[in-house]
């Protein structure tokens, strides 16, 4: 127990009546990286507003490695590293002089403030950058003086909220590289649109949505989600779905276009049991013209929109995990 | 930590223009005020002046330097106050604060020192350049030392007026404009109820308790005062960014 170090306890968020966060709970433990998937207005931002103290709850609690946020706000402030949605940048300071006031607020040593700053800096790839006003920097710069305020104090939790708007894709996959390196040591909490970043960096990921958690889970049971029991199969001399049906495993077959046809098999556990082989073997007997085979794959953006929006699949789903 | 966001404020004003600004034009003016202030004293002193009207040149320059010093309160303390939370606000840096392991109370009394600190620049400007006067003359030491002392009062008092309604709003100039109302209305109190001093309202002028220190008094009574009005916005203040984190 004693590596956990988020625990949010059915935090529940109202603004003048309406629910925008209800009853969100979760765990998280060190070196694990969460990722924060939910349409607009989900209630992701108010949530991680909550977790670093921004905001008060409603009902519920939040503890940072075993510290009461509410009780303790200022010891479990000093364990968070939190880069809002909006880049809380004063304008008028260069990078060095921003990055050294941030670190001062979060604590930092006096003796090892230089070095702290040079270490975010490093780690943000931002070291030419030290003395130039963060008004002149591009967007994407500016964001990564965010994130290196997040970093500075190297905090237990580190709270982005969308860190990779507005960065090129160079850049995107530097940070990207950045949060598993962090999640490495200390814990990530991440939001974001982008989905396929979530397969790549979380190892945990929550689906809320109209404040409500949808899915919580390890990514690879949304992966399996995703992979599914389907094949799309290509032939130039398209059989009936008869044929198909005939062979061992299949259980469904239709023709999706005019030389296209998807197969779904009855379990993906065991692979030896799985009908491709006898596709190809069939194909080839009977000259259908085989050119093409694949597995077909719901898309994350389906798993998603599944989840979000039919609440009976979502139901089904929570309960898996 | 009061002192790192002091330190971030400084900062913040001398990267600035309007720190700058407000440091120039009050030293050209106390500067002229000064010059007059000089040249007033001759005059009047070569003239006949019967024994009974004549008064020292620390108290006559003095009193027009200090009579025109409550323009910091009414100019500088707007323009300078008006940023401290509304343009934190408005460029959405609030959150930075908030999740630094500090205090509501430390946020705000780091702020309002770093106002404090910056407007006691002019106070000390003013007080070393009447002590310059000591060159050729025996300089009243304790008259300056109690205006400058009531002027600190008076500019702290006001900055805690400007930090609560920078407070209020995102919009600095809006927060500019009721602090200024508001100060300009606190200062002239007296004037308003000149007929009727008794009147309680005009316990709560801030000149009127900035008499006595103006006259080389200090008074208990009004450093209480001072004292007691400057927590009072400093803790609604507090009370203000509060409701943030609740009310969101």
Redesign the interface.
């Known amino acids: 127990m004693t590596n956990l170090t988020v625990e949010a306890t059915e935090l529940t968020?109202l603004?003048g009546g309406r629910e925008a966060v209800s009853n969100v709970s979760f765990n998280l433990k060190q070196g694990e990286v969460l990722g924060f998937l939910g349409p607009n207005g989900a209630g992701k931002s108010?949530t991680m507003?909550m977790l670093?103290?921004?905001?008060?709850p409603s009902a519920g609690s939040v503890k940072i490695c075993g510290i009461d946020m509410i009780e303790n706000?200022?010891?479990a402030?000093?364990l968070?590293g939190?880069l809002?949605e909006?880049?809380?940048?004063?304008?008028?300071?260069t990078v060095d002089?921003y990055l050294t006031?941030?670190a001062?607020?979060?604590?930092v040593s006096s003796g090892n403030i230089k070095k702290a700053v040079e270490n975010a800096k490093e780690r943000c790839g931002l070291g030419h950058m030290s003395k130039r006003l963060i008004e002149n920097l591009s967007n994407g710069y500016q964001q990564r003086v965010g994130i290196a305020?997040a970093i500075i104090h190297s905090p237990m939790v580190v709270i982005l909220d969308e860190p990779t708007v507005g960065l090129d894709p160079i850049q995107i996959r530097d940070i990207r590289a950045l949060i598993r390196e962090i999640g490495g040591e200390h814990s990530v909490i991440l939001s974001t649109h982008i989905l396929p970043e979530v397969e790549m960096v979380c190892d945990h990921v929550q689906i809320i949505d109209k404040g409500k958690l949808v899915f919580n889970g390890g990514i690879d049971v949304l992966k399996r989600q995703r992979v599914g029991n389907k094949l799309l199969i290509g032939f130039n001399n398209i059989p009936s779905v008869e044929d198909i049906l005939k062979i061992k495993g299949v259980t469904e077959a239709e023709i999706t276009d005019n030389n296209m046809m998807r197969v779904r098999f009855a379990d993906d556990q065991d692979q030896n049991k799985a009908p491709h082989e006898a596709i190809v073997q069939a194909a080839v007997k009977n000259k259908w013209g085989l050119y093409q085979i694949a597995p077909d794959q719901t898309s994350l953006e389906d798993v998603f929109v599944q989840l979000t929006y039919q609440d009976a699949a979502a139901e089904t789903m929570a309960e898996a995990a | 930590m009061i002192f790192n966001i002091l330190r971030k404020e400084l900062k913040s004003v001398f990267a600035s223009p309007m720190g700058w600004i407000v440091l120039t034009i009050f030293t050209f003016l106390f500067g002229s005020l000064y010059l007059t202030g000089v040249n007033n004293y001759f005059e009047v002193m070569s003239g006949a002046v019967r024994p009974a009207e004549r008064m020292g040149v620390t108290q006559s320059v003095g009193q027009i330097v200090y009579g025109w010093a409550f323009l910091i309160v009414l100019v500088a303390v707007p323009l300078l106050s008006m940023r401290l939370i509304s343009e934190e606000r408005r460029s959405q840096t609030l959150p930075f604060l908030f999740s630094a392991p500090l205090s509501l109370t430390e946020i705000v009394l780091g702020k309002f020192f770093g106002l404090v600190i910056f407007l006691s620049i002019l106070i000390l400007y003013i007080a070393f350049m009447l002590s310059t006067l000591n060159i050729w003359s025996d300089v009243d030491f304790g008259f300056i030392m109690a205006n400058s002392l009531g002027l600190f009062l008076l500019v702290a008092g006001s900055s805690a007026v400007g930090l609560y309604f920078s407070s209020l709003t995102s919009q600095p100039v809006a927060a500019a404009v009721m602090s200024f109302v508001t100060l300009i209305a606190l200062i002239f109190m007296d004037r308003i109820f000149v007929a009727d001093p008794s009147n309680p309202l005009a316990q709560f002028s801030l000149m009127r308790h900035f008499q006595s220190f103006s006259t080389g008094l200090i008074d208990t009574a009004d450093i209480a005062y001072f004292v007691l009005f400057t927590i009072t916005f400093l803790t609604l203040t507090i009370r203000r960014l509060d409701a943030d984190r609740l009310r969101g």
């Open positions: 968020r603004y108010t507003k670093t103290g921004n905001l008060a706000p200022k010891e402030k000093a968070i939190y809002p909006m880049r809380p940048l004063y304008k008028e300071f002089e006031i941030a001062r607020l979060h604590r305020q």
